[in-house]
C-alpha cells in the first residue's frame, strides 16, 4: 500500500511539473526571442500528451532521448513511466550542452518532479554516449534523437531503431 501511495504521489507531482512548465514557462531561457516557444512548442501540449499515452501503451519501461532543453518530452516520458510504473524505469538523456549552454534549466525541474531517481543525465555527446549504450545492451522500448550532426548515424541492435528528429519504439527482442 506505501508502494501504491508513493507512486500516486510521484505521478501527481510529475504532472504538476509538467503543467507549471506549460504555464509559466521556464524560469530561465537562452537569450534568443521566442526560444521557449520555438525549441518546446508548450502551446501543442498535446504533442506530449499524445507522446506520454504512446509510452503508456506501449508499457514503455526504458527510454533514451537525445536532447533535452526545457524538458517538456524529458517530463511526458517520466510521467508515462510513472503510469507504467514497470520495477525498474529507466530514462536516459543525452545532452553534452544541458550544463554548460542551457544552465540545467531542463534537467532542474526533472529534478523537481523527483524523476531524478529513474534519469539519467549523460553530459557526453550523443556520437559517443549511443554507441557505448548499445554495446552495453541497453535495449530501449524507445529512443528520441533530435536533429544534430551527432544524432545522425543509424543504430543497430536489440530494442534499437533510430531516425533523425523522430521516436522510435522498439521492442526488447529487435
Known amino acids: 500500500m506505501a508502494d501504491m501511495l508513493k507512486t500516486e504521489h510521484w ?20 537569450d534568443r526571442e521566442g ?3 520555438t525549441v518546446t512548442l508548450p502551446e501543442c501540449e498535446c504533442d506530449c500528451d499524445l507522446l506520454r499515452d504512446l509510452l503508456i501503451s506501449e508499457g514503455a519501461e526504458t527510454v533514451v532521448e537525445v536532447g533535452l532543453a526545457y524538458a517538456s518530452s524529458a517530463l511526458a516520458i517520466g510521467e508515462a513511466l510513472a503510469n507504467v ?6 530514462h536516459v538523456i543525452i545532452d553534452p550542452f544541458q ?6 534549466v531542463g534537467w532542474d525541474p526533472l529534478r523537481s518532479a523527483g524523476l531524478d531517481s529513474i534519469a ?6 550523443s556520437s559517443i554516449a549511443l554507441p557505448q549504450l548499445v554495446t552495453a545492451s541497453l535495449p530501449p522500448d524507445a529512443t ?6 551527432c544524432a545522425s548515424r543509424p543504430l543497430s541492435g536489440p530494442g ?3 531516425d533523425q528528429n523522430t521516436w ?7
Open 99 to 104: 550544463e554548460r549552454d542551457w544552465s540545467n
Open 144 to 149: 528520441r534523437l533530435t536533429r544534430s550532426p
Open 120 to 125: 539519467t543525465l549523460v553530459l557526453t555527446p
Open 11 to 30: 505521478r501527481t507531482r510529475v504532472r504538476e511539473v509538467r503543467r507549471q512548465l506549460v504555464r509559466e514557462g521556464p524560469p530561465w531561457t537562452r
Open 35 to 37: 526560444d521557449f516557444e
Open 85 to 90: 510504473s514497470p520495477p525498474r524505469p529507466r
Open 160 to 162: 534499437w531503431r533510430s
Open 168 to 174: 522510435q519504439i522498439g521492442t526488447r527482442s529487435g
